[in-house]
């Protein structure tokens, strides 16, 4: 089992930038697919930005593409989503996703908030 903790958050203006971070613990961090979902109010959950175990394959979200780059430190067992250009669209809770074997485990989120 693996615990996530995200940190990062906060209160941004439009074109501005944050960087989340997700930090694991356990020894098996390299074993787990990552990702960033988000959640805003009254919408599903969705996946913003994935990532391998080796770093190697990114996937992104057409909302978030040009604009957001998640990448790992397995050395840190810590997962990150650099977030440029935000937009108020962007405003939700962003939730850290570890996965291994069709099993999924989350952390407790990170507010986002981007308004003038």
């Known amino acids: 089992q693996v615990q996530l903790v995200e940190s990062g958050g906060g209160l941004v203006q439009p074109g501005g930038s944050l960087r989340l971070s997700c930090a694991a613990s356990g020894s098996l961090f390299r074993l787990y697919s990552m990702g960033w979902y988000r959640q805003a109010p009254g919408k599903q959950r969705e996946l913003v930005a994935s990532i391998s175990t080796g770093g190697g394959i990114t996937n992104y979200a057409d909302s978030v593409k040009g604009r957001f780059t998640i990448s790992r430190d397995n050395a840190k067992s810590t997962v990150y989503l650099q977030m440029n250009s935000l937009k108020p669209e962007d405003t939700a809770v962003y939730y850290c996703?570890?996965?291994?074997?069709?099993?999924?485990?989350w952390g407790q989120g990170t507010q986002v908030t981007v308004s003038a």
């Open positions: 996703n570890a996965a291994i074997s069709q099993v999924h485990y």
